[in-house]
């Protein structure tokens, strides 16, 4: 596993690189992230042709056990985050040729 990130601060500076004024890199970003975050918040489904699907999901309820004491402990429900890749970066990831 790479330690590598490739951050929030490496898209403006990918952005910048592009040409891209700063301020305005920087009101692009956020309000990309802001509605995909609201999207996700509401319920929908976002999906990026060509990068994945993004998509929440509900986790019931359970009854884990601390690894130490092995003693039970409640997990409430919650929503989750599922990411699922298209094909054509799952393709590029593993330096397979593009479908046509």
């Given amino acids: ?10 898209i403006l500076a990918a952005l910048i690189a592009a040409s891209m004024e700063a301020e305005h890199a920087r009101q692009m970003i956020a309000v990309v992230f802001d509605t ?5 918040a509401a319920g929908k489904m976002i999906e990026i042709r060509g990068f994945g699907t993004l998509e929440t999901r509900e986790r019931k309820a359970r009854t884990a056990h601390n690894p ?5 402990v409640k997990v409430p429900a919650r929503k989750v985050i599922f990411f699922r ?10 330096g397979r040729e593009e479908k046509q």
């Fill in 1 to 10: 596993m790479s330690k590598d990130k490739f951050t929030h601060a490496g």
């Fill in 36 to 40: 995909l975050t609201a999207a996700l």
């Fill in 68 to 72: 130490r004491t092995l003693a039970p």
């Fill in 85 to 94: 890749p298209a094909g054509s970066l799952k393709r590029t990831l593993n």
